[in-house]
């Protein structure tokens, strides 16, 4: 027994037999220990005494760690003292051997009230099995546990429904997660058993195709992490999983994780429609009281009560609140019907019927499309897309039956393949979905709302090919819009947008928008004016459906920005005559003439924000929105000024102003990595307001890592003393990294790597920076910077979640691009200096 539950298997046996055979091993044990004790303490088997396998164990489903859910019965006839000593004898060798043991004594009638009591109890009866005793004790218990829980299932079911609905909340959906728990997580083993339980209350059942293996699937994955582990866990944590993955005999980790995705969608999926179908016998049975009074009298022909049919499109109608198809609707001869009934059904906000989509699949199969599609089932498609949220639980229940890869082959390479990007929140598939539903609430700002939400579809569909997923999805997507129906002006419309659909974000965020070349490369690349409105768009939409670290009011005004300047490009007029490097804002002005005065720092320190629901990205370069802020000179302390509560803080503005000397970028950097300020996105650059010598202009945005902000005071202080020399930066970041590193879980990051952006500027050399965001980066940067003896012109940072994408415009003294060879040994230099 030992050997098992710490590892060992049956030989020959996997998957379900070998947790079949562990049960057994475990049943054999169990009867041996419960047939001695009640040898010993005289009692008779027969006599009203029985011990009971519960739960998982009651299924007769062992994992190598799992709990043992047991339960001594007996009639209430036997004495206590001898039923405890039968307890302790069969308990104690349990918790000898080191094994989780969850036990109870009880008589039958004390079994249901603690199942009337609490309805985990209730759950664990209906799956128990007999170990050992008096059998007819047992079964009767059973029968009794059935019976009650159908008698009580109107009632606790929705109790049911409520405790899985608070678990998801709480542990999220294992289909999308990293590191998901395969028991706790909505789609895993907890939401199967509750499946379980629904099919034995008779009111409902689940879709049963696939459901199984899904089960069957994570149970076979939690035995290898349970054997990889020599742990009881439910958590496939990273590290975890090639062992895992080897274990099982699967090709690596991104296998296994998928999957684990596709069982866990499938399980999704049931319990969806399960619990509609609960919910639907309940309300009917609420109101049948009542409608039968009304129908009291009436004639056969004055109606039967069933729901009306209501036509929603041409062969499908709604009925009972679910999508189904028309009577005259024949799916064999209407290739178009799978996608008008989707379509509807996310029009209305409708589910579809699960047997309405198991005939829409027999009739994808059996008339597929033509290839090209024909113009309304592209118009479906797109009608379908521009849903908004509807789009995707149609989607899906189109996904549970493979109507979706019937469709749209490629769609299969993508579909639940894990994004291993901690920027990301969904799998491939379910990121184009999201994106098509950001881009739905962007159609009004775009001249061909149906080329924006395919292509929203499909920009990332060349992640599941080898090399840059723009490139060959730019291929991909061809073929895809070809298939689909668009002619060959869209088609390249549409490739175009899925080859550059991260050139707007990059560009803006990690170029300088003033220097000509670079409004140059975007304008040859797109070459339209309409083409650059849409991939606008997309831009905006692909970044909202990846996670909350990948747009703000700030990307979208740099985006904003970037796109005006190229629209006058495209239209052949000169750039807009707005802010540029040469021209800052009042304040910055304001702030560079009185640190050129003084001949120290000026600081300028706001508390941005933004209206809830989002702000307008063209309000400027920090983004729109009221703020508090407190400015310090020479000593002086302005009172803030404050605004009414009601926007959300988004972040901090620090604008510094500082008169140009040597080490002004790595000790601003250090001071802020020492105040615990991490630095979500940063731009440096040099103005002379007096004509009196530059001052350098950095505007930053930062964030407080725990605790609160940091007086404007203190940071003006220990930057006066930073340049000065007076306070030590890189060896008090050193303790803090120290400090850092006994505390850290020590995860393993990709290196850093550090490059020429060659022909980029015509005016600087850009190096670009990539590498694990970590206190003191930007500051270990600016001295190897410093330290090659370039001049930055401009800098301009981006954090992305855990990672960091800055570029780096510099010149050598005389204020020239760099020559090739110096610029590739800056790089190597400063890439050393991160190692």
Known sequence: MRLLQSGGRPAGQEGPGRRAALARLTDDWLTGLFTHATGETDADIGSGLALVAVGGYGRGELSPRSDLDLLLLHDGKTGARTVAALADQLWYPVWDLGLALDHSVRTPAEARKAARDDLKVQLGLLDARHLAGDPELTGALRGTALADWREQAPKRLPELHEICRERAARQGELQYLLEPDLKEARGGLRDATALRAVAASWLADAPREGLEAARTRLLDVRDALHLSTGRATDRLALQEQDQVAEALGVLDADVLLRQVYESARTISYASDVTWREVGRVLRARSVRPVLRGLLKGRTAGGGSGRGERSPLAEGVVELDGEVVLARTARPERDAVLPLRAAAAAAQTGLPLSPHAVRRLRTAATSRPLPVPWPAEAREQLVTLLGAGAQTVPVWEALEAEGIVTWLLPDWERVRCRPQRNAVHRWTVDRHLIETAVRASALTRRVHRPDLLLVAALLHDIGKGWPGDHSVSGETIARDMASRIGFDARDVTVIATLVRHHLLLIETATRRDLDDPATVDAVADTVGHAGTLELLH????????????????????????????????????????????????????????????????????????????????????????GPYTGTRVGTGLVAEPVREPPEPEPVGVELLMAVPDQPGVLPAAAGVLAMHRLTVRAADLRSVDPLGEGPVLLLSWRVAVEYGSLPQSVRLRADLVRALDGSLDVPARLAEREQAYARRSRGVQAPPPRVTVAAGTSQLATVIEVRAQDAQGLLHRIGRALEAARVAVRSAHVSTLGANAVDAFYVTDEKGEPLSDAVAAEVAQAVERALK
């Open 537 to 624: 768009a997309l831009t905006e939409a692909d970044a909202l459906a990846t996670g909350p670290a990948a747009w703000s009011a700030w990307r979208g005004s740099l985006v904003a920005d970037l796109v005006k300047r190229v629209t006058a490009r495209l239209a052949g007029e000169a750039a807009p005559q707005g802010r540029t490097a040469d021209e800052p804002t009042a304040e910055q002005e304001s702030l560079a003439v009185e640190a050129s005065r003084a001949g120290g720092p000026v600081l300028a320190l706001h508390t941005r924000s933004e209206t809830p629901g989002g702000s307008d990205p063209v309000s400027g370069p920090t983004g729109a």
